[in-house]
């Protein structure tokens, strides 16, 4: 298995480079900040970012966790890639990694301030210490559940090819880890619940809004509604769009991951 490594301080744009990286070294799987990366798809792992102190993401990055160690050394037996590519702040950090999860020897070392300007490492280091953001190398729906109540974005990055007027998109996401705060942030259950209401309420066809209730864990929120519609109109249809919007206002509004949205249509009421 070819091994490669990309090198760079934190926040001059490592996770933001590698997917380029990979395509033009022809490696599919990445390491990066505790996770292991097929493509656009997390295999396993658990993100560094989502560690609330700066100590306890670095023990992740690093795979001290042995649970965590496992899982990531088993998967990458059970898949068997032809090659893999490491993001690390450091020689030492690689090193370190490559000793823990058993991997061979090192194919070749890239290091950031080869790939890109000076002026690009100081402008992702802006972002990351103004702005707190971090990025993540898989698009947006692949990391939602695990960042359910983080501010996350996606962010699409446009690679021309050689052919002119072809592109290839590469879309990243980018996070706020709770580390990254200068404060904390929470969110009522009251405030979510008024949410649903509002958007419910707004939509032609429903007459009332009976009850709404949230179940929240880890992952994402659970929301049940009960509600009376208006006779005359297709219930199916209406109820698919009023859980269609509800799930994407409170997302957006919120950062909360929605899991489910689940209607009970108690009466259907006739206009006299």
């Given at each position: 298995?070819?091994?490669?490594?990309l090198?760079?301080?934190s926040?001059t744009?490592?996770s933001y480079?590698?997917?380029?990286?990979?395509k033009?070294?022809?490696?599919?799987?990445i390491i990066?900040d505790?996770l292991?990366?097929k493509?656009?798809?997390?295999?396993?792992g658990s993100?560094?970012?989502?560690?609330?102190?700066?100590?306890?993401?670095v023990?992740r990055?690093?795979?001290?966790d042995?649970?965590h160690?496992n899982?990531?050394?088993d998967t990458?037996?059970?898949?068997?890639?032809d090659?893999?590519?490491?993001l690390?702040?450091?020689?030492?950090?690689?090193?370190k990694?490559m000793?823990?999860?058993?991997?061979?020897?090192l194919?070749?070392?890239?290091?950031?301030?080869?790939l890109v300007?000076?002026?690009?490492?100081?402008?992702?280091?802006?972002?990351?210490?103004?702005?707190?953001?971090?990025?993540?190398?898989?698009?947006?729906?692949?990391?939602?559940k695990?960042?359910s109540g983080?501010?996350?974005n996606p962010?699409?990055?446009?690679?021309?090819?050689s052919?002119?007027n072809?592109?290839?998109?590469?879309?990243?996401?980018?996070?706020?880890?709770?580390?990254?705060?200068?404060?904390?942030?929470?969110?009522?259950?009251?405030v979510?619940?008024?949410?649903?209401y509002y958007?419910?309420?707004?939509t032609i066809?429903?007459?009332?809004?009976?009850?709404v209730?949230?179940?929240?864990?880890?992952?994402g929120a659970k929301?049940k509604?009960?509600?009376?519609?208006?006779y005359?109109?297709p219930?199916?249809?209406?109820?698919?769009?009023?859980?269609?919007?509800?799930?994407?206002?409170?997302?957006?509004?919120?950062?909360i991951?929605?899991?489910?949205?689940?209607i009970?249509?108690k009466?259907?009421?006739?206009n006299?």
């Amino acid at each position: 298995m070819r091994i490669y490594a990309l090198v760079g301080s934190s926040g001059t744009g490592k996770s933001y480079q590698s997917m380029m990286l990979a395509k033009r070294e022809h490696v599919k799987y990445i390491i990066d900040d505790g996770l292991l990366i097929k493509g656009n798809k997390v295999l396993c792992g658990s993100s560094a970012k989502r560690e609330k102190t700066r100590m306890a993401a670095v023990k992740r990055a690093l795979f001290m966790d042995e649970t965590h160690k496992n899982k990531v050394i088993d998967t990458i037996r059970e898949q068997r890639p032809d090659a893999l590519l490491i993001l690390g702040t450091s020689d030492k950090m690689i090193n370190k990694i490559m000793r823990t999860l058993k991997l061979g020897e090192l194919t070749e070392c890239f290091y950031i301030s080869d790939l890109v300007s000076r002026e690009e490492i100081e402008k992702a280091q802006k972002s990351r210490t103004h702005e707190g953001k971090h990025i993540i190398p898989v698009p947006t729906f692949e990391i939602k559940k695990d960042f359910s109540g983080y501010f996350l974005n996606p962010l699409k990055i446009f690679r021309k090819l050689s052919r002119e007027n072809d592109q290839e998109i590469h879309e990243k996401s980018v996070v706020r880890p709770t580390f990254s705060y200068r404060g904390k942030y929470t969110i009522s259950d009251r405030v979510i619940r008024e949410i649903v209401y509002y958007v419910v309420k707004k939509t032609i066809g429903i007459e009332r809004v009976i009850f709404v209730d949230l179940i929240s864990g880890t992952s994402g929120a659970k929301i049940k509604i009960g509600l009376n519609a208006m006779y005359g109109n297709p219930i199916k249809a209406l109820m698919e769009l009023v859980q269609g919007q509800v799930k994407s206002e409170v997302e957006e509004m919120t950062s909360i991951n929605i899991i489910a949205v689940d209607i009970f249509v108690k009466n259907i009421v006739i206009n006299e």
